[in-house]
């Protein structure tokens, strides 16, 4: 049972483009978190949301509770953007960092 | 920018072997944490360690796996007779303060072990 799924798997865009990395989830949670892990294998924490929506910069995660789901945008994208975006999910428990975590997406940003 | 340290970047032993992966965490950091990924493979919570004591595990995190924080600084991993499907990245973690605070997670750069 993948309780946190993410899609596309693989996404390939033009620079410049607008990207959208989607996360559904079935359990209850009380955060989500979206990562970012580049080819040398290292993982950054980019957001994390309980509700609403974020912004840095070009990037904004926003969440639905209800609806189980979370997207990550990335507008104006670049070839650096090019990474594996990790959603994953708190899912209670004692340890706020017992998380959950999807498969990733494979996003590949072309000049 | 504060970070996580781990040490060695890359290990290759003899399956069997004992190993210890080190990290340092953020030095005002009070949550502790191990994951894995194995190549190709999504990321795996194994344990999570606060008050000197493991709050939390997996159930990958069987027997063969322990952790501690010797000297307040360091927090290691120890797998004490590696197996061929303990080939992995090791990542440790480590967030701040209760609350909204201990939901920011700070990852190093990772630990790989290959298991010959």
């Known amino acids: 049972k993948n309780e946190v799924e993410q899609s596309p798997q693989n996404l390939t865009a033009q620079e410049g483009e607008f990207i959208t990395i989607n996360c559904s989830y079935s359990?209850?949670?009380?955060?989500l978190h979206w990562l970012q892990q580049h080819p040398g294998g290292g993982i950054v924490s980019l957001f994390m949301?309980?509700?609403g929506k974020k912004k840095h910069g070009r990037l904004i995660a926003t969440i639905n509770i209800q609806e189980k789901h979370s997207s990550l945008h990335i507008t104006a994208s670049h070839p650096r953007d090019s990474a594996v975006y990790i959603c994953a999910v708190h899912a209670g428990g004692t340890s706020y960092g017992k998380l959950t975590f999807g498969q990733g997406t494979i996003l590949t940003v072309h000049p | 920018e504060p970070e996580v340290t781990q040490t060695p970047s890359h290990q290759v032993t003899q399956m069997g072997q004992e190993v210890i992966l080190r990290c340092v965490p953020i030095s005002n950091h009070l949550y502790f944490y191990w994951y894995r990924q194995i190549l190709g493979q999504k990321v795996e919570f194994l344990v999570s360690f606060y008050n000197n004591e493991i709050s939390e595990k997996s159930e990958i995190f069987d027997d063969q796996f322990s952790v501690e924080r010797p000297d307040g600084s360091n927090f290691t991993l120890k797998i004490r007779s590696t197996k061929l499907e303990d080939s992995a990245m090791y990542f440790c973690?480590?967030?701040?303060?209760?609350?909204?605070?201990?939901?920011?997670?700070?990852f190093g750069a990772g630990s790989r072990l290959t298991v010959l």
């Open positions: 973690a480590s967030s701040g303060l209760a609350g909204a605070g201990a939901n920011v997670l700070t």
């Open positions: 359990v209850g949670i009380s955060a």
């Open positions: 949301l309980s509700s």
